[in-house]
T-cell receptor
Framework: QKEVEQDPGPLSVPEGAIVSLNCTYS??????FMWYRQYSRKGPELLMY????GNKEDGRFTAQVDKSSKYISLFIRDSQPSDSATYLC???????????FGAGTRLFVKA | EAGVAQSPRYKIIEKRQSVAFWCNPI?????LYWYQQILGQGPKLLIQ????????DSQLPKDRFSAERLKGVDSTLKIQPAKLEDSAVYLC???????????FGPGTRLTVT
């Protein structure tokens, strides 16, 4: 079993839709949860991070962490064609342990 | 603020040849990472440096891969000899203090034929 599972998609939605991206994990020591966006032929860029459980909102993006279910989500409201990219979840334990990335979900937002 | 710089951007080599990648992190960032990203997969950590020292190299194939960070700034990753399965994008990242805040370079796309 992989430490982090993420559906690779692709996920195709119309412009303006609400997008839900999810990851599950197995290591209960994870405390830092991140979402990165990666455009084609570019390096990942950090979108949001959350420490421990709860929700965090930044503009059209909302990150949720449910540690009891070992499940994290990223919601994108009013999706735009410019949101078309691969979204990577990532997580790490305190103390400087390495970050584990999911495989990424490819998202296509159609105009 | 300048981002993480990597070179070359693309490299094609034959198996059993050697190759080296270079990374210049964001100024002042103490931690530097090298990741391998195979097509359709997430980045996998190869090695993590804290200043000059190695923090984690548990997933670095040490029989063929080596990395160094000179004077706690620039870093090079070398593969010798390359295998077909080394075809991937090699990403360099740096972070100031907290591990969650990693800044990635554009990557080097390696094709081994």
């Amino acid at each position: 079993q992989k430490e982090v599972e993420q559906d690779p998609g692709p996920l195709s939605v119309p412009e303006g839709a609400i997008v839900s991206l999810n990851c599950t994990y197995s290591n209960s020591a994870f405390q830092y949860f991140m979402w990165y966006r990666q455009y084609s032929r570019k390096g990942p860029e950090l979108l949001m991070y959350t420490y421990s459980s709860g929700n965090k909102e930044d503009g059209r993006f909302t990150a949720q962490v449910d540690k009891s279910s070992k499940y994290i989500s990223l919601f994108i409201r009013d999706s735009q064609p410019s949101d078309s990219a691969t979204y990577l979840c990532a997580m790490s334990a305190p103390g400087g342990f390495k970050t584990i990335f999911g495989a990424g979900t490819r998202l296509f937002v159609k105009a | 603020e300048a981002g993480v710089a990597q070179s070359p951007r693309y490299k094609i080599i034959e198996k059993r040849q050697s190759v080296a990648f270079w990374c210049n992190p964001i100024s002042g960032h103490a931690t530097l990472y090298w990741y391998q990203q195979i097509l359709g997969q997430g980045p996998k950590l190869l090695i993590q440096f804290q200043n000059n020292g190695v923090v984690d190299d548990s997933q670095l194939p040490k029989d063929r891969f080596s990395a160094e960070r000179l004077k706690g700034v620039d870093s090079t990753l070398k593969i010798q000899p390359a295998k077909l399965e080394d075809s991937a994008v090699y990403l360099c990242a740096s972070s100031p203090v907290f591990i969650y805040e990693q800044y990635f370079g554009p990557g080097t796309r390696l094709t081994v034929t």
